[in-house]
């Protein structure tokens, strides 16, 4: 058997999501793995890539991809196949993975796939470039409610940048944080810290499951869409900076942007 591991990104929607060059490498291999605690792959289930594919796809959970020893030993012996959801190299868990097998001497193969990193904005009508650094929002719990999310959105917003405000997943639990949690987790920090990083007059842009047959996209004041249905997960919120004016009409025209953000450019 050849040597070798083979990284898939599977885009975020559907078995069809991926090119049709990762389609065909993947039918060549003799082992499949698959990873979704970091982002999950959207109205699909491990099933459906297995009908696809016509081979068993085995889960592996965090602990397994972190400590790598059945994927390289098994890459080290036969073509193996590694998959994710969205683009498998941005995770550095992944990029870890593929350091080792390089170091192992085992070739490698990378297949990338969409990204929210780009369908996000994209889809609002944002300019990708005008982003500043992307920020996770944890699950608060008991006495955790960590300022360092806050204080990066509020660097981005300070320089007239964008932030992606990615989403806390526990797939493991089967939770998956909601832009409503998402919202509140930015109330209940700006009650807190008091730093002026949202009011009344923010505006917040909710993407649901994006890259999806059921895709929705919102943009608004807080409470405003606290009272709307946004949709359910997977859930991206964005905290707009400095608006061009043709993004402000992408908002109002895309997502339902209050119209006064167009005379407020």
């Given at each position: 058997m050849t040597?070798e591991?083979?990284?898939?990104?599977?885009?975020l929607?559907?078995?069809d999501?991926?090119?049709?060059?990762?389609l065909a490498?993947?039918?060549?291999?003799?082992?499949i793995y698959a990873e979704?605690?970091?982002?999950t792959l959207?109205?699909?289930?491990?099933?459906?890539?297995e009908a696809?594919?016509g081979?068993?796809?085995?889960?592996?959970?965090?602990a397994?991809v972190?400590e790598c020893?059945d994927?390289?030993?098994?890459?080290?012996e036969?073509?193996?196949?590694?998959?994710?959801?969205g683009d498998?190299?941005?995770?550095?868990?992944?990029?870890?993975?593929?350091i080792?097998?390089?170091e192992a001497?085992?070739?490698?193969?990378?297949?990338?796939?969409i990204s929210?990193f780009s369908?996000?904005p994209t889809?609002?009508?944002l300019q990708?470039?005008k982003f500043?650094r992307t920020?996770?929002l944890?699950?608060?719990?008991?006495?955790y409610?960590?300022?360092?999310p806050?204080?990066h959105?509020k660097?981005?917003?300070d320089r007239?940048?964008?932030?992606m405000?990615?989403l806390?997943i526990?797939a493991d639990?089967?939770?998956?944080?909601?832009?409503h949690?998402?919202i509140e987790?930015?109330?209940?920090?700006?009650?807190?810290?008091?730093?002026g990083?949202?009011?009344?007059?923010t505006?917040l842009?909710v993407?649901s499951?994006v890259?999806?047959?059921?895709e929705r996209?919102?943009?608004?004041y807080p409470q405003?869409?606290?009272?709307m249905d946004?949709?359910?997960?997977?859930q991206?919120?964005v905290?707009?900076?400095?608006l061009?004016?043709m993004e402000a009409?992408a908002?109002?025209?895309f997502?339902g942007?209050?119209?006064?953000?167009?005379?407020d450019d």
């Amino acid at each position: 058997m050849t040597s070798e591991l083979i990284f898939v990104g599977l885009g975020l929607s559907g078995t069809d999501g991926m090119t049709v060059k990762a389609l065909a490498a993947l039918k060549e291999c003799d082992k499949i793995y698959a990873e979704f605690y970091t982002s999950t792959l959207i109205g699909t289930k491990v099933d459906d890539l297995e009908a696809l594919l016509g081979k068993r796809v085995h889960i592996l959970y965090r602990a397994q991809v972190e400590e790598c020893d059945d994927v390289i030993r098994d890459a080290m012996e036969m073509r193996v196949g590694f998959v994710t959801a969205g683009d498998t190299m941005l995770a550095t868990t992944h990029v870890d993975l593929r350091i080792q097998a390089e170091e192992a001497g085992i070739p490698v193969r990378v297949y990338h796939g969409i990204s929210i990193f780009s369908a996000c904005p994209t889809s609002l009508g944002l300019q990708p470039y005008k982003f500043g650094r992307t920020v996770t929002l944890p699950f608060l719990e008991e006495n955790y409610h960590p300022k360092s999310p806050y204080d990066h959105i509020k660097e981005n917003k300070d320089r007239g940048l964008h932030t992606m405000i990615l989403l806390d997943i526990r797939a493991d639990e089967l939770r998956y944080m909601t832009a409503h949690q998402a919202i509140e987790w930015l109330i209940q920090g700006e009650e807190k810290w008091g730093e002026g990083l949202i009011d009344d007059k923010t505006l917040l842009c909710v993407a649901s499951k994006v890259g999806s047959p059921e895709e929705r996209i919102f943009a608004g004041y807080p409470q405003d869409l606290l009272k709307m249905d946004v949709g359910e997960p997977l859930q991206t919120l964005v905290l707009p900076g400095n608006l061009h004016f043709m993004e402000a009409y992408a908002l109002v025209k895309f997502a339902g942007a209050p119209e006064e953000i167009i005379e407020d450019d």
